[in-house]
């Protein structure tokens, strides 16, 4: 091991080694705190600013301008929310939280393909993970035993008490945020061609897989679940074998289990759609209020700007009685609508094009497919940039997986 290391020295410049640590610790940490997650970044961003020349960076840019350019314009876009903004204060925040928008994506995109090691990006995400979830059980196996009755106190371990936002507490995330990186994750180890020797072993791999869909299960994000199951379906229809479907059948029927074991894991999915196809989730009457009301102001072409879409949502939660959603001053939960809202048919449109281009230019190859998938349903159900976690997830994994697959895709380390 210690002649291993001392070669790897040798054969790099210490700058791309620094780099490289730093591209998988940023990877790593992505899970964890966003305290550490930041600071993390800016080592990254220092990393990739000694490692690369000047005139080499300004070519790799120029090569993927248009996506740089892309990212530029959706970045623009709470730029102009602030403009026809009246509460400038929450604008300025937007601003603010999303200029990852443009820093992460022109750095991993000045770089070349070569210089990123898919496999070893997903290992130190996976650690990453690991790590954040011992965390949790860490302090959920300490509450237990800590209680007056912890022979009691460990049923609760299925349900609310240690589910859902309660599973992630002590990382201060949101449970839906940290189960679509279980996700990305999770098919990841499924079907990267990279990672076959490990999916060998199919004993080992089942041990290796359970935490991470055991704490999926945890988290309670319907959301999480959906593009699981979501992107499994896709993978079976892309290449029709009997034995990928009879393993998405047991999966399938482990998901039904869990769900009935962690009941607030099944009585969220449960409200999604009744018995008759009518459409029961609490978020889709909300969605519709608010959008009534954004059609009564006529903003249709700019919107009304970020700072103001709160003080929308607020005014259509109190006409429509949503008194849950106006105490805790809920979002859109819906990225299309909160742009539709922020910054009108212009915001959506751009939004769209972004996705467009991302569907163009990987032509949605290897885990390019997945990503694409998990962020148009995320985007459904969430304003994944209401948040600093999900703009470092969207700008870091679509501007890595741009890199990796708008041209042919590097052959893999076994050949396979």
């Not at 467009?356 to 995320?378: N, P, Y």
Request: glycine share 6%; aromatic share 16%; charged share 15%.
């Amino acid at each position: 091991m210690t002649k291993g290391i001392k070669s790897y020295w040798n054969s790099k410049s210490p700058w791309r080694i620094f780099f490289e640590v730093s591209t998988y610790l940023f990877v790593a940490t992505l899970p964890l705190w966003d305290k550490l997650n930041t600071l993390v970044l800016w080592f990254f961003v220092a990393s990739s600013i000694f490692l690369l020349k000047p005139k080499e960076r300004l070519e790799n840019i120029k090569q993927n301008r248009t996506v740089i350019f892309c990212f530029s314009t959706l970045y623009l876009l709470f730029i102009l929310g602030w403009v026809f903004s009246i509460d400038t204060k929450d604008a300025l925040r937007d601003i603010e939280r999303t200029l990852t928008l443009l820093l992460i994506p022109i750095i991993v995109l000045s770089h070349k393909r070569e210089d990123f090691n898919l496999k070893k990006i997903y290992v130190s995400f996976g650690i990453g993970l690991f790590s954040a979830m011992v965390i949790c059980w860490v302090v959920i196996i300490e509450s237990i035993l800590t209680n007056a009755t912890p022979w009691v106190q460990a049923g609760y371990f299925f349900k609310w008490v240690y589910n859902g936002w309660n599973a992630v507490k002590p990382l201060g995330g949101h449970p839906s945020y940290f189960a679509v990186m279980l996700v990305i994750f999770i098919v990841g180890l499924i079907r990267l061609p990279d990672l076959i020797n490990l999916r060998r072993n199919k004993i080992k791999f089942i041990f290796l897989l359970a935490p991470f869909f055991l704490f999926l299960i945890e988290t309670s994000s319907r959301i999480g679940v959906i593009c699981l199951v979501v992107i499994l379906i896709v993978t079976i229809f892309k290449e029709f074998k009997i034995k990928r479907i009879f393993y998405v059948i047991c999966l399938l029927v482990v998901l039904a289990i869990l769900s009935v074991k962690f009941d607030y894991l099944g009585s969220k999915l449960t409200t999604i759609i009744d018995t008759k196809g009518n459409i029961t989730l609490d978020r889709y009457d909300r969605w519709g209020a608010i959008l009534t009301d954004f059609k009564e102001r006529g903003n249709w072409i700019f919107g009304v700007g970020t700072g103001d879409t709160q003080e929308l949502y607020n005014i259509a939660y109190s006409k429509n009685g949503f008194m849950v959603a106006l105490k805790n001053h809920y979002n859109a939960h819906n990225q299309y609508l909160e742009f539709l809202v922020s910054n009108g048919l212009l915001g959506l449109l751009v939004y769209l094009i972004v996705l467009l281009i991302f569907l163009r230019k990987t032509k949605l190859r290897g885990e390019a497919l997945c990503f694409f998938i998990i962020i148009i349903l995320f985007s459904g159900s969430e304003t994944i940039f209401g948040i600093s976690k999900g703009v470092f997830i969207f700008s870091f994994f679509y501007a890595l997986f741009i890199l990796w697959y708008s041209k042919q895709p590097i052959k893999p380390i076994n050949g396979k």
